[in-house]
């Protein structure tokens, strides 16, 4: 079902992807803020993986021709999605929204006049909500999203809060639609991205929302795994690394099961924390917080 002839109209400037599913909650406010923004030259591409609720009434009701609804079974895999997005887009600009969150109205117009004057990328901070969450939330610097920082620091871009240059997402063939990477697959093309020299901007500022709800909570331990088999595709090969290549890719794996104890932790699962906080401190025994993780996992247990 499509709302319009959306190849027959003007070029627009930012093209804004949105994949939904069962979410029409929540995507109504993540489309009355796009129809928010002080900047207009923009339209909107819903893909739709054929939700079993209103979602088609709810961008039927915006009557904006700017807005197009597009269904397209994405078999379970996000970045399907928005690749097909991508494929459909017309703009110079690609902006990433997820149907659970919103943005500001000056969110556009901030970011465009920031790539209009020569960078590829450009983030900014979002206020996280829900689920006991309320904090703003900022990403980058630039000087971590080099490649070299992404790999082995981790990813400190979010996809809700992004605008990219459309033919630099191209020219890395888009998101991985790898079922592996499944939940990372924005880190996967950010670390595309830089890998081909893409310059990344950030802003200081909070100009969105991200919506923490029972339906995006994830499990730990599948996002931490999809994080390793995001870093293993752009790892060095094995039988090639260097002495300081296999103590920095051990690192990062420790930093990886650092973070699955930190949050079995905010989640009250403290014996379930040992095992991924013992096996950061094998991976990097120089890394602080692993001690400090520790040090509140036995209190916190003995409290109990």
Not at 271 to 294: D, Q, V
Request: glycine share 6%; charged share 20%.
């Amino acid at each position: 079902y499509t709302l319009s002839l959306h190849d027959a109209l003007p070029i627009s400037l930012v093209s804004i992807i949105i994949p939904t599913y069962n979410h029409a909650q929540f995507l109504h406010e993540a489309l009355q803020s796009v129809c928010n923004q002080t900047f207009v030259d923009w339209e909107v591409l819903v893909i739709n993986n054929y939700s079993e609720d209103d979602t088609i009434e709810i961008v039927k009701a915006f009557n904006d021709s700017r807005i197009h609804l597009e269904n397209f079974r994405n078999n379970g895999i996000i970045a399907a999605s928005r690749n097909h997005g991508i494929g459909m887009a017309r703009g110079k600009y690609l902006a990433f929204l997820d149907s659970d969150d919103a943005w500001f109205p000056e969110k556009l117009s901030t970011c465009i006049i920031m790539l209009e004057g020569g960078c590829d990328l450009v983030c900014h901070g979002l206020h996280w909500f829900g689920n006991e969450r309320d904090r703003d939330q900022y990403y980058g610097p630039a000087s971590r999203a080099t490649y070299d920082a992404l790999l082995y620091k981790g990813n400190c871009i979010a996809t809700s809060a992004t605008i990219v240059r459309k033919e630099l997402v191209e020219a890395v063939g888009g998101f991985s639609e790898s079922l592996e990477v499944v939940t990372a697959e924005d880190y996967h093309l950010w670390l595309k991205l830089s890998q081909a020299g893409v310059e990344m901007n950030f802003v200081n500022q909070v100009l969105g929302s991200y919506r923490f709800h029972a339906t995006n909570a994830g499990t730990p331990i599948k996002q931490a795994k999809a994080v390793e088999h995001v870093v293993e595709d752009f790892f060095p090969k094995r039988e090639s690394r260097s002495l300081k290549e296999r103590v920095r890719v051990r690192f990062r794996y420790g930093v990886i099961n650092y973070g699955i104890g930190r949050n079995m932790q905010a989640n009250g699962k403290f014996f379930a924390a040992w095992p991924y906080l013992l096996r950061s401190l094998t991976l990097c025994p120089l890394y602080i917080k692993t001690y400090m993780a520790l040090v509140l996992n036995f209190f916190c247990i003995k409290r109990d």
